[in-house]
């Protein structure tokens, strides 16, 4: 094992500069304190969604309309705003394109309206805060240039490119940089983001990669040092009032060639890092036959957690979930006794997580279809509602998150029409 780690260091020394992540450095003097979205027990919900004509109140959206008022009734007291920052800057000496203009297609598919970047997603949330409507904002990072990426190197997966990649010393302070113009544009729009995570799923290859220096078993994991990095920078850029959020973990629950587990990440990372964390996130989808006993990732990382006196107790949010077909490149069944099943394995999902007092939060993946990532609330060409959506609209609303579990909706139970 020290072997391994060693050769790791020599072979990929750009791209983990911290191959000591393992070693516990101390805790910060002043832990943050925690975010408490459920006080008193429960679970506030959250929905991520790139498309803000989904969630732009007051505006003319076109052929959104009707299903920007249908996303606009779940009420959800939280909103994650993905930044991708490989497509918003091309080159290191161009500015950031927060504006940059999209198509609002689901990946060419109509109906399409049209929106600017990052720059509209930020107004369309001052829009619903202003109007009362929740969305307290917190922002995940993933994507790098290529111009701050790493060379190829260790075990990679086919098809994995520069956007994967470890960054690179230069890109680390242009990150940085990237961080305190969102920061600075949020301001200027008039929105608070309160929650900030450094990187999305990067214990997976599609967001690190390589997660491991070579193809063979027990090959030391090299995802937690370059996220060490990546915590570390965006720590050093936190204003007053800002939380760090940590993990945003893929649900790996054992070690895989092209992925690392929920405990051996955690397990690598030091204490500075995780110990100044006030939320820890974890992704995890439902899918039939659950049960309502199976802690499944959460429980995982629950179970890291408590072997940190500063971790331990610290709250959850579950930032991804939803249910349909949870694996890229799933057919999602529009079969009526399966989409109300679905819906029926994401209640129990959600009714685990509400009478779990680690858990505060969940975020619903996403509004609308994504046809590669079938986990919406509708259909991509907007004909139906999915089961699901009645009962997201059923815990959100309005509803306090400390409110019991609401009845499962109509539109879900089995043998319903």
Not at 171 to 189: H, T
Not at 327 to 332: C, I, L, N, P, Y
Request: charged residues 20%.
């Amino acid at each position: 094992m020290r072997g391994a780690v060693l050769a790791a260091c020599a072979a990929a020394a750009l791209t983990v500069a911290a191959c000591g992540a393992a070693k516990r450095d101390p805790a910060p003097k002043d832990p943050p304190a925690t975010a408490d979205v459920a006080p008193h027990g429960g679970l506030a919900i959250g929905l991520t969604e790139v498309n803000p004509n989904f969630f732009w109140h007051g505006k003319d959206v076109g052929a959104f309309g009707p299903w920007r008022d249908r996303a606009e009734a779940l009420k959800p007291p939280l909103y994650r705003l993905a930044v991708d920052w490989s497509s918003l800057q091309p080159t290191a000496d161009a500015p950031i394109q927060w504006s940059r203009h999209s198509d609002g297609c689901m990946r060419g598919l109509p109906p399409c309206q049209p929106y600017d970047g990052i720059l509209d997603t930020l107004r369309a949330l001052r829009s619903e805060q202003t109007a009362g409507d929740g969305y307290a904002a917190m922002v995940v990072v993933y994507g790098v240039p290529d111009w701050a990426s790493a060379p190829a190197s260790g075990c990679e997966r086919a098809g994995v490119g520069p956007r994967s990649r470890p960054i690179t010393a230069e890109g680390l302070q242009a990150y940085r940089r990237l961080v305190r113009s969102l920061q600075d544009l949020a301001q200027r729009e008039g929105v608070t983001i309160r929650w900030w995570s450094p990187w999305n799923e990067p214990n997976g290859p599609f967001f690190i990669s390589p997660q491991r220096a070579s193809c063979t078993g027990g090959s030391q994991a090299l995802a937690p040092s370059v996220y060490t990095r990546l915590a570390r920078a965006m720590r050093a850029e936190l204003r007053p009032g800002q939380e760090l959020v940590v993990g945003e973990l893929a649900g790996l629950e054992n070690p895989r060639l092209y992925g690392t587990s929920i405990s051996e990440f955690f397990d690598a990372l030091p204490d500075d890092v995780v110990c100044g964390a006030g939320v820890f996130a974890q992704h995890a989808y439902a899918k039939r036959g659950d049960q309502a006993n199976d802690p499944g990732a959460v429980g995982e990382l629950e179970q890291v957690l408590d072997r940190r006196p500063c971790t331990r107790g610290k709250p959850i949010w579950v930032t991804e979930t939803g249910v349909g077909g949870p694996h890229v490149g799933d057919q999602r069944s529009a079969d009526d006794a399966s989409v109300r099943a679905d819906c029926r394995a994401l209640d129990t999902a959600l009714r685990r997580w509400r009478d779990d007092p680690r858990v505060d939060a969940a975020f619903q993946y996403t509004f609308r279809d994504d046809p590669v990532f079938p986990v919406g609330l509708v259909d991509e060409r907007f004909t139906k509602t999915w089961p699901a959506y009645d009962l997201w609209k059923a815990w959100g609303g309005g509803r306090s998150p400390s409110a019991p579990a609401p009845p499962l909706p109509a539109a879900c139970a089995a043998g319903s029409g």
